[in-house]
């Protein structure tokens, strides 16, 4: 039977070269890329079309930052398809990072230089916004979309696999502020965030057969890397990055190393996988690409406590969106009565 694999933001970076990856090892996939911009999307199409031309890939418009497009674009889902055999939950966003240079240079002569590299703990921050739905907008994108969005499809749902980080960090999240609207580390928060959350799906929908996995890429050249330095400059210190590779591993460089575990993960049996790792994308000092679990540090009754924070919210923001769409229907029905009468 042909198999459907979903995956946000699949139109550039590690989500495409996925896609390629995909496509090399079952040609009879069917592959949906949700993707908020159609032009980029039509683009990611034709490119995966060119080297795969018998390929089944269909588009889907969704924007995961915004609560409207994630409920029509499963009511689309919903009519397209019966089942998802895997659902990458890949979109992602690093909006206005800073890198602190002062941390940096003392992080290099200091005892957690390899650490710095392959986490960047204490060296990069974000400055985050509200979006139209009041919500914080990076904590909407790489969490809270994705979560909606399983929520939406969760019957047709098996396996899900999020684009974590090796930035998730603890200490970054608090679940008092899970949208993190009071700190400047907003990426690392969500991450974490994310990473729990996969714990909770596992320990809620396992029985159900819903199986849900986290995987860090590690330090890739994509769209989101280049808004930390300019391209010409990662290409510039390339040696020095391929010299750091034989230290730390972490450093894949390419989408397509990146995409080492979210590859793996799909050519193995759920019920073999821990829930409490992440898997890792790694590349030797020789370029061999491998993947390896690493245990996350996260208490399973936390990731309880914030999945029922997240379902709280999805009700909050459902009756919100309703009375907004019941305002609208009524301004149109007296709308309609003016113009009857005049
Ligand atoms: N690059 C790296 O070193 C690392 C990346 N990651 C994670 O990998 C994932 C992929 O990022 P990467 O490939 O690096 O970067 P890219 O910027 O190339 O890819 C991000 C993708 O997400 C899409 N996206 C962003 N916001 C939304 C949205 N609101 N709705 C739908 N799609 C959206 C982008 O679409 P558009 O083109 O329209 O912007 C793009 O297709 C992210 O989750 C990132 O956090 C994790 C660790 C390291
Ligand atoms: C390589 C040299 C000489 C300089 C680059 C310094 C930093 C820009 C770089 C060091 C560690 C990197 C890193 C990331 C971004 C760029 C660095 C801070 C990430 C935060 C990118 C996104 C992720 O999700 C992480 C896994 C990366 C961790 C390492």
Redesign the pocket.
Known sequence: MERVVLITGANSGIGLALCERLLTEDSQLRLCLACRNMQRAEAARSALLTSHSNAHVDLLQLDVGSVQSVLSAAQEVKARYNRIDFLYLNAGI?PNPQ?DLNA?FKGLFSRNVVR?????EG??TQQDRLNSDGLQEVFATNLFGHFLLIRELEPLLSRLVWTS???ARRSAFSMEDMQHREGRESYSSSKYASDMLSLALNRQKNSQGLFSSVI?P??VMTN??YG??PSFFWTL?MP??WL?RIFTNTFTLTPHNGAEALHWLFLQNPESLDPRAKYHSLTSGLGTNYTQPRQMDIDEGASDVLYSKLLELEKEVRRKLSEENADEEMSAVKYGLLTLQT
């Not at 710095?116 to 960047?120: D, E, I, L, S």
């Open positions: 690093m890198l940096f710095m590299f392959a986490t960047a060296i990069l980080s090796s930035n860090c590690g330090l989101l890397t930390i330095l210190i020095v990055m750091i």
